[in-house]
């Protein structure tokens, strides 16, 4: 069991770690952030979309952990 925790989080690191080295913009924010010229407004707008997409994840992974831990409590 223990084996497979920790594959799954290796899989959940690694999965977090890729999403922050993509570029996240739609064409259309990229083309109006482009036109600026800014680039660090440009870094700032793709960080606070890997965030808004990361957070729901890390949110369901602490709930399933959650349950998980609740249940194996109660088979003890």
Do not use: H, W
């Amino acid at each position: 069991m223990c084996r497979n925790s920790k594959a799954a989080f290796l899989g959940v690191a690694l999965f977090m770690c890729n999403s922050f080295t993509s570029f996240s913009q739609c064409a259309m924010c990229r083309a109006a952030i482009e036109t600026e010229g800014n680039a660090t407004k440009a870094e700032a707008l793709n960080d606070g979309i890997v965030y808004l997409m990361a957070m729901p994840y890390v949110l369901v992974g602490i709930l399933g952990y959650t349950i998980y831990r609740m249940r194996k409590k109660k088979q003890v």
